[in-house]
């Protein structure tokens, strides 16, 4: 089983639709969670942090769910320039953070 | 801000060659990443390192090595390049715990 999976999509949908990408992992000892973005022909940025209590940054919601080992990414009001591949991060006990291969999402005018 | 820069956007080499890829972060931060990006295989961990004069393999170490003797600089080596080593190259360096904060890459083609 790979450490981090992602559907790579890629999740095409119109402007100002709500679309939610999940992720899991197999390492019941990780520790800490992030989502990165990643725009074409360019290096990842960190979008957000994932806390155990959920949280939200605007029109972004990510939550983690322990018992279930799965990661989840919201965001609503989709704009253009939400367009980019999201990036599953998982922090391991003994590894450094490990990288999911990406869920592509194209927003669409 | 944190800034992470690499050597050069784009390089090109011939089988064959030793090639340097030189990353250096100006944060003062402990780790120090090398990766490459592959289309379909994500980012793939070569080497890090936690401190000056360490390192350690990553998911991907054969045909690379690395050298780290100062804090902030981390340089990758491949030895004698070969064609399946035409990558992105995204060196990222992160605190001791925290995020990972990345360079624009470097993309090397082997000729």
């Known amino acids: 089983r790979k450490e981090v999976e992602q559907d790579p999509g890629p999740f095409n949908v119109p402007e100002g639709a709500t679309v939610a990408f999940n992720c899991t992992y197999s390492n019941s000892a990780s520790q800490s969670f992030f989502w990165y973005r990643q725009d074409c022909r360019k290096e990842p940025k960190l979008l957000m942090s994932?806390?155990?209590s959920g949280n939200e940054d605007g029109r972004f919601t990510a939550q983690l769910n322990r018992a279930s080992q799965y990661i989840s990414l919201l965001i609503r009001d989709s704009k253009l320039s939400d367009s980019a591949t999201y990036l599953c991060?998982?922090?391991?006990?003994?590894?450094?953070?490990?990288f999911g291969k990406g869920t592509r999402l194209s927003v669409i005018a | 801000d944190v800034k992470v820069t690499q050597s050069s956007r784009y390089l090109v080499k011939r089988t064959g060659e030793k090639v340097f890829l030189e990353c250096v972060q100006d944060?003062?931060?402990?780790?120090m990443f090398w990766y490459r990006q592959d289309p379909g295989l994500g980012l793939r961990l070569i080497y890090f390192s936690y401190d000056v004069k360490m390192k350690e393999k990553g998911d991907i170490p054969e045909g690379y090595s690395v050298s780290r003797e100062k804090k902030e600089r981390f340089s990758l080596i491949l030895e004698s390049a070969s064609t399946n080593q035409t990558s992105m190259y995204l060196c990222?360096?992160?605190?001791?715990?925290?995020?990972?904060?990345f360079g624009p890459g470097t993309r090397l083609t082997v000729l």
């Open positions: 991060v998982v922090n391991t006990p003994i590894t450094p953070l490990v």
């Open positions: 944060m003062d931060h402990e780790n």
């Open positions: 994932v806390y155990s």
């Open positions: 990222a360096s992160s605190p001791i715990e925290g995020e990972q904060f």
